[in-house]
């Protein structure tokens, strides 16, 4: 016996197929419809009928064994035994994260062969695991953004239950286990919810996709939709925070705007599982609001992803200023992101064009993660070029002794600690001939404007662009490659150990620099790091008076007392006596 | 010599043409456009001609001699004499506002005939003047919600200077001036700012007119167009006050919306003016952080108005229950309203179909405009009824004595002080045969879904429609008329005079009422306000002990201590002794 439950208000009849036997659904308040039916089974594959129509899969199934199009499947939501009683996770403030995609971390791609790897992570030093999307998409592979069954995990992935076993692996090992889900559009291909129900508001014309019904008439069981399928993650598949896709567009006029609801009903679900959760959104609006504490009128989420650290970062390491790139570039800027996260603040961008953003006013460094690369920054490249493809070993260095040593929450994108030569494309896998002709015209037209030649873009539907993608284990023991591993893990004990690196404060980071001697200096309580960043050996003057080399990116550092020595792109972390 | 300046980005050449003789302009950074112009002087008509097409109107033309299609004069700022020096406007807390429309406020309609007016309003004691819209719109009359060239006063009512003599007189006899702008669409008819730049947004598709860009690129300078729109009518016309229209179809997502920018700027005006300057948005959010201080991230807005008092009260004593109005209806709606201002504070909208608003936790009653109609709520109607002409003199006496004693901000409709015979109906003139008709018939359309005959539905276009809508003095020294207006008069002193009236703490308030009896009494410090809304006399308990009898609409009133005995559709307002 099983109760099925859909909210389906744009129907006149709607009815639940098992198997092959249908049944008529009994309509409920507020568009809701029930069905008891005898014969359904754990494991039995079903859909609903909507007048006449379908079957579709059920908007919140739990599982999607067949893919997007085909029917739901009914699981056990207990089936699972978990083994991390008491759990606690690490708290943001100590955190360090890794980003990882499920389908190219190992060969496998799976939920289960991660949990081979995560002995690896342990050793890296990193303290939580996030999960690039797992919600079922079209077809095999994919980034997981464009995923339409947001309650089900990728059944090419693993089953519910093999996705349990892996987030009770990293608990297990003392990780914690963060989600990347996607809550500002749904995927093109295999998205069935605006037959169920006005999901969709035409009020807003985003960029892509469809806007959600946030704040529209009926959107009480949208927003109830989204919420509930984040308590979902975090209550029955042990999450211990969210990753908030592109929070930006989640358009939301409401006086209550989605993310406050969505923050308060996670914090009353972390006060009745008494373990932390949080919720870190992507957000190109530079808005503390969306940190502030509610106090101030701000949705209390836990942290923000900072691209303008990474802009001002990447752009000082690389010389890039094409596109948004064009907005960083002086070590001005990166000064400024370290101290105070947003280097647009009000200021005015040119590539915006227009005033972005204020200041992160009251907000400490905790609120903001710090990377080197992501999965976008690398991906949305038109080869894919992680940092190790675009820099040498010496930046590299410089790189990750900033992320690592920032005011921020550090975080690594699968590969980096070891500057793996796989890249990491963007890779689809439309059956719709339409769709899959699209995304590779829309790839060329799109890099075609910034000088690549559309012949070599790689053709994100080719099997190959995915297989490219996937890590290759197998060069980790490689010198150069493990040189930059045990940089990454000595960077990470330092951050560690050292009580300056964690206090999270902004007010206490300090920088100085020399814009045409290309040198900075960040300092952090009784530490300073000192960063040449020129072709050749310079003498770096520091403030703190005397001190002693913690950590050196390179063996010919000497320290001069009142300044450091430093040869050509390198970095030292040094600490006052 | 003139100097004209412009700010065109979309075209590659602009030139100015003065009278007949046409002058390129200079391109400057950022899309601006400036000539001087030798033989240009006060009074001479002009245009710009883009890409050589034109000439159109300036978009930042201070007067349209000859409406919305035709050329800009240009004008003196300075040739009006004021004399209004060391004006201060009375403080907000102590404000009574009256609402009124140039062109039917006085059989001639302008600046100048609203003058003889203003003893009126004196001797009835309101204390401010609102001005519905006076920027240019297209046509001779109109409501003026479709303006289109926003720094000139609409030249039927008069000129600029004009204006500023009724503005200056206001000040004269102590009534601060108010006025209503409109920064969420434009008009329909004359709109030409996009053929200059880029003012309009595709990323939102509101319900009427296009989104104006806010948040896009270029923003910078469409936001300095409403901003300095905005401090012009306060520095250069003296008014005290904007009432902002429909700032929810202001749409903006950046990290500091429109509606703060504009607020932190107007402070900085009223410091530099050395008197206080107020914003009072309409907005349909129930949202608070709209009026919020800026420590609780709200934009500090001064007050805005307040329709779900309106709608409670509306409702209550005209039994009316059709569109938004069946979300209201219960003395329970009254009394919440009374005592936190918003009805819809995070609870289900019916009307809606979800839940709408936030409570208003913090903000005082000086913070909401309260009023038994506005031209919105009468002039939507089919018929354009008062509520004269929906309710009997004992409502109607009820309905003024809940405004005058209500914790908010009090407004009247021009008219309702007498009970008006007029109605206000939606009347314009526009001279496109297709925005005429269309206007007509999305109007009848609109009345049919309520089950009006569309037939009888009044043409907007017909200029009987704006006739019909003149107030007529005429009738105010009949015995009714003239009978309501003592009412308002007095409830005016009575709340003039006592502290607890205008002490604008919602905390304060306290509500009881029956609603099968149908009574409700209201108290505010040492001030009961009891009301019979029964076709019956009945005695209604009251808490406070002691007290008399300040104020009643019948003279059959008979206080019994503890209670107080009120004839059929009666109020009373009594003070503990």
């Known amino acids: 016996m099983h109760t099925f439950r859909v909210w389906a208000p744009l129907p006149k009849i709607v009815e639940v197929q098992v198997g092959t036997q249908k049944q008529p659904m009994l309509a409920q308040p507020d568009g809701w419809w029930t069905a008891e039916v005898a014969a359904a089974n754990v494991g039995d594959l079903y859909g609903f009928i909507l007048d006449g129509e379908g079957p579709f899969p059920d908007p919140r199934s739990a599982s999607q064994p067949h893919g997007v199009h085909l029917l739901s499947q009914i699981t ?57 999307p797992v919600a079922e998409f079209s077809g095999k592979h994919g980034w997981g953004y464009d995923g339409v069954d947001l309650y089900a995990p990728h059944h090419v992935y693993g089953t519910p239950d093999e996705l349990k076993q892996l987030v009770d692996a990293c608990h297990e090992r003392g990780l914690g286990a963060i ?91 972390s ?41 001002a970062l990447h752009t000082v390491l690389t010389g890039e200023n094409k596109g948004y790139y064009s907005d960083f570039g002086k070590l001005e800027d990166l000064a ?37 690369q992501n ?40 590969g980096e600690e070891w500057g793996a030569t796989t890249p990491f494309l963007y890779f689809t896998d439309y059956q719709e001939p339409e769709l899959a002709n699209s995304v590779h015209a829309g790839r060329c037209r799109e890099f075609a404007a910034f000088g690549w030649n559309p012949a070599t873009v790689p053709n994100p539907q080719l099997p190959a662009t995915f297989e490219r993608s996937k890590l290759n284990w197998a060069e980790l023991p490689d010198a150069p490659h493990y040189q930059l591993l045990d940089w990454h893990q000595r960077l990470i004990r330092l951050r560690q150990s050292e009580p300056a690196l964690k206090d999270g404060k902004l007010e206490g980071v300090k920088t100085h620099f020399d814009e045409p001697a290309r040198w900075l200096v960040l300092e952090r309580g009784d530490l300073t790091v000192a960063v040449n960043l020129a072709n050749q050996p310079q003498s770096i003057p520091l403030r703190l008076g005397a001190h002693r080399i913690l950590l050196a990116s390179e063996p010919e550092v000497r320290d001069l007392n009142e300044c450091v020595l430093l040869p050509a792109e390198a970095v030292a972390i040094l600490k006052r006596e």
Request: net charge negative; charged share 20%; aromatic share 12%.
């Open 76 to 132: 056990d939501p207990n089936s699972y035994a978990w083994t991390d009683d008491n759990w606690q996770p690490p708290p943001l403030t100590s955190a360090i994260i890794y980003e990882l995609h499920v389908g190219t971390f190992t060969p496998a791609g799976t939920f289960v062969s991660a949990i081979a790897k995560l002995d690896h992570l342990v050793a890296l030093g990193v303290t939580h695991v996030e999960l690039m």
């Open 375 to 414: 999965h976008d920054q690398i991906g949305n490249r038109a080869h894919g070029e992680r940092s190790s493809h675009l820099m040498d070993i010496g930046k590299l260095k410089i790189g990750a002794a900033l992320v690592l040593t920032s005011p921020f929450v550090p975080m690594l994108f699968q």
């Open 179 to 269: 989600l990347d889900v996607v809550y500002n559009h749904l995927g093109p291909s295999g998205n069935y919810l605006a037959k169920y129900a006005p999901y969709f508001s035409k009020r807003y014309a985003p960029t892509w996709g469809e806007a959600l019904n946030y704040d529209g008439a009926d959107c009480e069981n949208v927003r109830r939709f989204f919420c509930d399928n984040a308590l979902m993650w975090l209550r029955d598949f042990h999450f211990d925070g969210l990753r908030l896709d592109a929070v930006h567009a989640i358009y939301d006029f409401s006086a209550e705007h989605f993310l406050e609801l969505l923050k308060l009903e996670v914090q009353q679900l």
């Open 271 to 311: 006060f009745h599982l008494g373990r932390p959760l949080f919720l870190i959104p992507e957000s190109d609006l530079n808005d503390p609001r969306l940190l502030w504490p509610r106090e101030r009128g701000g949705f209390a989420l836990d942290a923000q992803w900072s691209d303008d650290f990474h802009h």
């Open 336 to 372: 400024k992101a370290l101290q105070h996260a947003f280097v647009y603040d009000g200021k005015i961008s040119v590539h915006r064009r227009r005033r972005h953003g204020r200041p992160a006013s009251g907000l400490g460094g905790n609120h903001f993660l710090a990377y080197l």
